[in-house]
């Protein structure tokens, strides 16, 4: 094996081990709310804006929605990603919909 090829394994390996310590000391400084999110009962990002809507009963403003669901779940949400998926899933005509500028709302509470 030539030292180019063992070195890049090492890496790979250094990698892998660093990723391991970063989990752990972000438990240790994470909320128990947090760690119960973490433990295989994390939801989407989709989900969570669903909740934030659900529990509102109105449509908001994604500063709103942003503020919330990190204010709830402990994750921040990127404000572009997160109105382009909105606007994809309001393109297909599913679940959201779009009240005025950057405020969304679910389907069912326009009803």
């Not at 390996?13 to 009962?41: C, M, P």
């Not at 709103?64 to 990190?70: C, F, K, W, Y």
Request: net charge positive; hydrophobic share 30%.
């Amino acid at each position: 094996m030539e030292i180019k090829d063992w070195a890049k394994i090492q890496e790979e390996l250094l990698k892998a081990q660093l990723g391991v310590i970063r989990g752990y000391l972000k438990n240790e400084d994470s909320t128990e709310h947090e760690r119960k999110v973490s433990r295989g009962r994390s939801k989407s990002q989709m989900s969570m804006i669903i909740d934030v809507l659900e529990s509102t009963k109105t449509p908001l403003h994604i500063s709103e929605i942003i503020g919330r669901v990190e204010e709830q779940y402990g994750v921040k949400l990127d404000r572009e990603s997160v109105v382009s998926a909105l606007t994809k899933k309001i393109k297909k005509g599913a679940t959201f919909v779009r009240t005025s500028p950057n405020t969304f709302g679910l389907k069912e509470q326009q009803r």
